[in-house]
């Protein structure tokens, strides 16, 4: 993660810059253990800003199970633009989603490892390109589909359906997510 090559960037109505897919990016992303990658955005933005991200949770006293809170996301003080645009640029990086041909690969070999389930005339390489679909239309970056689909074809031995992939992802996605719109908030306030 030390030299990021640069890709193609196009600019939106608010010019911040939007990522194009880039495969090779997303191959080597793809690599990596997602904790790993969060720890080394997360560093390597602190530091670029030379500023600690803090979260932004709200204490609720009186929830239903006692206490409770609610994660509003991520905290950024920094002001200087072209550090907020720098690392704005590089928590996109790690939003890199698998190429959909990679993907349907990946899923079709988990697929294949694993017991059939829902009737017999559904074949491993049908279902991975449906699963591939669904994952592609939600952008999932490439390290959290691919230790996804590493996790649930070393686990499970029936065919896994998107609701329990979507559980080993969903929370890792969200603290980028999260990450990405505290950065593009404080460049529009800016």
Not at 2 to 15: E, M
Not at 45 to 67: M, Q, R, V, W
Not at 86 to 108: G, N, Q, T, V
Request: aromatic share 8%; with cysteine.
């Amino acid at each position: 993660m030390d030299k990021i090559q640069p890709i193609a960037i196009k600019k939106t109505k608010n010019n911040l810059p939007t990522i194009i897919h880039n495969n090779k990016w997303s191959i080597k992303l793809s690599k990596k253990n997602p904790v790993t990658t969060d720890q080394e955005i997360f560093s390597h933005i602190e530091k670029l800003l030379d500023k600690k991200i803090t979260k932004d949770i709200k204490p609720i006293y009186n929830g239903p199970h006692g206490y409770d809170f609610i994660d509003n996301g991520y905290i950024i003080t920094s002001n200087d633009k072209e550090k907020l645009k720098k690392s704005y640029e590089l928590s996109l990086y790690s939003m890199s989603p698998l190429p959909l041909d990679i993907l349907e690969k990946s899923l079709e070999v988990m697929y294949s490892t694993q017991i059939q389930t829902g009737g017999g005339k559904i074949t491993p390489n049908n279902k991975a390109k449906q699963m591939a679909v669904l994952l592609n239309n939600e952008n999932i970056p490439a390290d959290i589909a691919n230790f996804s689909i590493q996790h649930i074809a070393k686990h499970s031995k029936w065919w896994a359906t998107f609701a329990e992939l979507w559980e080993l992802i969903g929370c890792r996605i969200e603290k980028r997510r999260k990450l990405v719109k505290a950065l593009e908030n404080k460049l529009n306030s800016l």
